[in-house]
């Protein structure tokens, strides 16, 4: 069984600019979380997607957004990129939201502003 | 707020010594509780985890866990360590209801000589 796919695995941006990035959940999974990793805050979550809705959200400003496809593949966009956006970006996908679901991650996308 | 503290950043040990990672978190209602490994150039693996019940977990090649409520603590224990669980150790928590939104500690870096 495929793991959590993540494009792409490296990105160069500029402040200010935009970005997409996808995630490709684990077949049947149908639960979508992203999360920030960076060396100062650790890990932390950004928004989860089940069922095309958006259920949950962290405490990230309205420049982070996302989406899920009916095929549970997800993307999440950042716009009016900042310096410290740059960060190591993760996908875990589930099952469902039930606490027997536990989450897969993917290897990530590694995004740097300049 | 919720929040995850682990209380060592790095550990360094010998192999066949014994390890405990402390966790705590805050929160004052039910939590489910995991810790997720990080191995060198790997993505992110479930342990083990707590929901309910027996407060001795145990996890994936011979890691367990202690649940203690009344210090809001999941200790990580392994009796003896190997060069191969030189990895990345993060404690997370789920408040009850909060879909597949974990708050992370901020991770323990494990090294462990042969």
């Known amino acids: 069984k495929a793991g959590v796919t993540q494009t792409p695995r490296y990105l160069i941006k500029t402040r200010g600019q935009q970005v997409t990035l996808s995630c490709s959940p684990i077949?049947?999974?149908?639960?979508v979380s992203w999360y920030q990793q960076t060396p100062g805050q650790g890990l932390q979550f950004l928004f989860e997607?089940?069922?095309?809705?958006?259920?949950n959200k962290g405490n990230f400003p309205g420049r982070f957004s996302g989406r899920q496809f009916s095929n549970s593949r997800s993307e999440m966009n950042v716009s009016t990129l900042e310096l410290g956006d740059s960060a190591l970006y993760l996908c875990?996908?589930?099952?469902?939201?039930?606490?027997?679901?536990?989450?897969?991650f993917g290897n990530g996308t590694r995004l740097t502003v300049t | 707020a919720q929040s995850v503290s682990q209380h060592n950043h790095h550990v360094i040990l010998s192999e066949a010594a014994s390890l405990e990672l402390g966790c705590n978190y805050s929160?004052?209602?039910?939590?489910?509780l995991f810790w997720y490994v990080q191995y060198p150039g790997q993505h992110l693996q479930l342990l083990l985890k707590?929901?309910?019940?027996?407060?001795l977990v145990k996890g994936i090649k011979g890691f367990e866990a202690e649940f203690i409520k009344s210090k809001f603590s999941f200790n990580l224990r392994k009796p003896s360590v190997q060069w191969s669980d030189t990895a990345e150790y993060f404690c997370?928590?789920?408040?009850?209801?909060?879909?597949?939104?974990?708050?992370f500690g901020k991770g323990t870096t494990l090294s462990v000589s042969s």
């Open positions: 875990a996908s589930s099952f469902n939201r039930g606490e027997n679901s536990p989450l897969h």
């Open positions: 077949s049947g999974h149908r639960s």
């Open positions: 997607y089940f069922s095309e809705t958006q259920r």
């Open positions: 929160y004052g209602g039910t939590v489910n």
């Open positions: 707590y929901f309910s019940g027996d407060p």
């Open positions: 997370a928590v789920n408040a009850n209801q909060a879909g597949t939104a974990l708050i």
